[in-house]
């Protein structure tokens, strides 16, 4: 019988990581837990090296989101897209910024083709980065996938403000972590 | 607080319109399905005017997908990212072709950059497309975002086959009705 269901969660630690009230100023605040998240997501054993969280625009934590795509057996389960779908569903807008002047995702890694198509659709103004795509693929086995020539040219024409290289060494350090403990790629 | 948890469902509709047994021989038969989900969405009130379904190798239908947008306040509920959800939940497996030949994807509209980038890890062998994107922006105010230049290429260059215009008209049909109906993108 067809499924109609979907459940995913987010580990029970991101609530001890990530409590309430805490203020996060400025871009190194912000991607200092999107790292912790990957980070902590690796010592768990709950999933990929990847972690992600989301801002309002009073810099107030919307939502987080780590990469579950083993232990829920859910390709789309990446940090970034469990981030936009916790966020949503707490606000109960499809998108993010309806309302809102400005609203941050930090993301631990460069996008994947997936998250980086999803983040046009989600409703945020600005996207922190911390390791690069080639740090990503030169670090771990992981796959970025295809994407447009100009991928930041394209977020910032429609009015997505790109910052790349927010602590690019300690996120590569999670990368590189991973990748000598734990290890395979899926 | 943080919300963990994220429920997405199906209309109660997809059960009666895709019932178990059914065998789905060839492109147009697995295409007629998808278009005809799209159909029905707007017709319930349940979403947008997409739809898509996924097949295994016996061309035994795994899952359905509708858009689910609006009514469940996510901006991932695209038809595609619910029929790699609950293929995926169903099978347990989060590379659908880990084990199995040929598992084909069928979407009444060409995928958008989010569900286009999805396509790379879902694990699909063949993606079969009704209306272009074309058809999408021009019959609809909905946007398909930015892609690679030579989209299908990519997805060729990873051994996805990509077959388009599948039953093209029947699935313009139903964007000309959704717009001339209901009609307002989000």
């Known amino acids: 019988m067809l499924y109609a269901q979907i459940h995913l969660t987010l580990p029970a630690w991101v609530h001890e990581l990530a409590?309430?009230?805490v203020v996060y100023a400025g871009d190194q605040a912000k991607m200092?837990?999107?790292?912790?998240l990957s980070r902590r997501n690796i010592d768990a054993g709950s999933g990929g090296p990847f972690g992600a969280a989301i801002f309002d625009s009073r810099d107030r934590l919307l939502s987080v989101g780590v990469n579950r795509v083993v232990p829920q057996s859910c390709s789309v389960a990446h940090a970034e897209m469990m981030a936009f779908m916790t966020a949503q569903a707490r606000t109960q807008r499809f998108r993010l910024n309806e309302g809102e002047d400005n609203v941050t995702l930090a993301t631990s890694s460069q996008p994947c083709c997936m998250c980086y198509g999803a983040s046009?659709?989600?409703g945020i103004?600005?996207?922190l980065i911390g390791a690069r795509a080639e740090d990503v693929m030169s670090l771990t086995e992981f796959d970025e996938g295809p994407l447009p020539t100009d991928w930041a040219g394209e977020l910032e024409a429609r009015s997505i403000r790109v910052r790349r290289d927010i602590l690019r060494e300690s996120a590569c350090a999670v990368l590189r972590?991973?990748?000598e403990s734990a290890g395979a790629a899926y």
Do not use: N, V
């Open 120 to 122: 046009f659709w989600a």
């Open 177 to 179: 972590h991973y990748s």
């Open 125 to 127: 103004d600005t996207l």
């Open 32 to 36: 200092q837990l999107a790292i912790e």
């Open 19 to 21: 409590p309430d009230g």
